[in-house]
């Protein structure tokens, strides 16, 4: 139970009643109608606010219980402004006794992290380069403008239309590895600016949904590869995952196989998804810019290869971007370890669920920079450009508390994603086997 202390103000006013509170009370708190948790050693009460966080409910619920202060510092680049919202929250703070990890985590390690990033702020690694970012979406841009220039000099052959899908495809692809830099916060110094563009990247240049991709991809970046609280790996009517879900799905009574689907995510599965949310949630502005993207498309392409060719085409350069997509953001992650929940402290259970490609001009630009999945894990808003300074600190601390640092070549990482499916369907297979 609480304890009741004095706090005195600086205003003259009464000094006000504060609580403290032990771990184990606060662990209570972590049910669907009823969320704590704990920033700096003070508690707050996220239960009626979940709904209206602009992040999505889920994110921060799966923090409820928990010691959420470095997922706070890594989601948030003015935590003193957001400190405001927090403020009316507030019910108490830690015991005085209470360590400030719960769950006996490491405390030092969680410290030596926290340093590490104080270290990568003093070195302005959060300082994004315009010039970067400005160049980024030239290229996408000029891509754009070849693929019109293409068939308007070539015409709508066999050969040219397959090109110009081509340089459609690489032009989705880049939009996308961009509009996660927008989404993450990590180009301008205010999340305003970032949200603004970030709607007209992926909704004018993509035709998707800021609001669908924030409340997704944050809860994968809060719990990486946990089930029940990553929707990466909560996808049972098209697969399982891990060593553990599949037997337990069998136990279950779930009858399926593994289908690792590339060609249909993005065209069907996405697509369905992404309209259906706009549309359920009223996402009007979202729409908005999505209905302005397939207007510039179709009035682009509509004179050239009719309305029925143009939809094959968009639906070929989905298709051929489905498979890019699909292996560039899974082979990070499908590897690691997939398992339910274990409170781990942040660097650990960012280790745990993501390991990195080895670097290349080429693989930088491939894969948007996701190549150094483990640095932008552990630092989302860090502008991508520079995951590989801060690279060779994240391996010190990792060498020094005995956190493994795994990184693979390209192909190798492609490879080990059909291993680890295969594995996957081996595991439920024999649970089918010997029910």
Not at 95 to 119: H, Y
Request: glycine residues 6%; positive net charge; aromatic residues 14%.
């Amino acid at each position: 139970m609480g304890k009741g202390g004095e706090q005195g103000g600086d205003s003259g006013e009464p000094a006000a009643q504060i609580r403290f509170y032990t771990w184990e009370e606060i662990q209570k708190h972590n049910l669907r109608t009823d969320k704590w948790l704990v920033i700096e050693r003070k508690v707050y009460n996220v239960t009626k606010w979940a709904s209206r966080h602009p992040g999505g409910q889920r994110v921060i619920s799966h923090c409820a219980g928990e010691d959420a202060t470095d997922a706070f510092q890594a989601f948030h680049i003015n935590p003193t402004l957001v400190q405001k919202f927090l403020k009316p929250l507030l019910i108490g703070e830690l015991a005085p006794g209470e360590p400030s990890q719960d769950r006996d985590k490491n405390s030092q390690l969680v410290e030596d992290f926290r340093t590490l990033r104080k270290t990568a702020e003093d070195m302005n690694l959060f300082r994004a380069s315009p010039l970067f970012f400005s160049l980024y979406l030239g290229h996408i841009i000029a891509m754009e403008v070849l693929a019109w220039l293409m068939v308007s000099y070539f015409g709508t052959g066999w050969i040219a239309t397959l090109i110009l899908a081509c340089i459609l495809t690489t032009s989705q692809a880049q939009a996308g590895w961009l509009q996660h830099d927008f989404g993450h916060l990590s180009v301008f110094k205010k999340s305003s600016w970032n949200h603004i563009v970030h709607k007209f990247v992926i909704g004018h240049l993509k035709g998707a949904s800021a609001n669908w991709w924030n409340h997704r991809h944050f809860q994968h970046h809060a719990k990486p590869n946990i089930f029940k609280k990553d929707p990466d790996v909560n996808m049972l009517h098209i697969f399982v995952l891990g060593d553990t879900q599949p037997v337990e799905v069998r136990k279950n009574g779930g009858n399926m196989e593994n289908y690792f689907f590339p060609p249909l995510l993005i065209p069907v599965y996405f697509q369905i998804q992404i309209i259906s949310t706009m549309i359920r949630r009223r996402f009007w502005a979202d729409l908005a810019w999505a209905i302005s993207y397939y207007l510039r498309y179709f009035i682009t392409y509509i004179p050239f290869y009719g309305v029925l060719g143009s939809l094959c085409l968009l639906t070929f350069v989905r298709f051929l971007e489905s498979h890019w997509f699909v292996w560039v953001t899974q082979m990070n992650h499908i590897p690691m370890e997939i398992d339910s929940e274990k409170h781990r402290d942040w660097l650990s259970s960012q280790m745990a669920a993501t390991c990195n490609i080895e670097q290349s001009f080429f693989n930088d630009w491939f894969t948007g920079h996701l190549n150094f999945q483990i640095e932008h894990h552990l630092f989302p808003t860090m502008p991508r450009h520079n995951f590989w300074k801060v690279k060779p600190l994240v391996k010190s601390l990792c060498a020094k508390y005995g956190v493994q640092y795994e990184e693979k070549p390209l192909g190798k990482a492609f490879v080990d994603i059909v291993g680890s499916l295969k594995k996957s369907g081996d595991l439920w297979l024999d649970a089918y086997l010997h029910k």
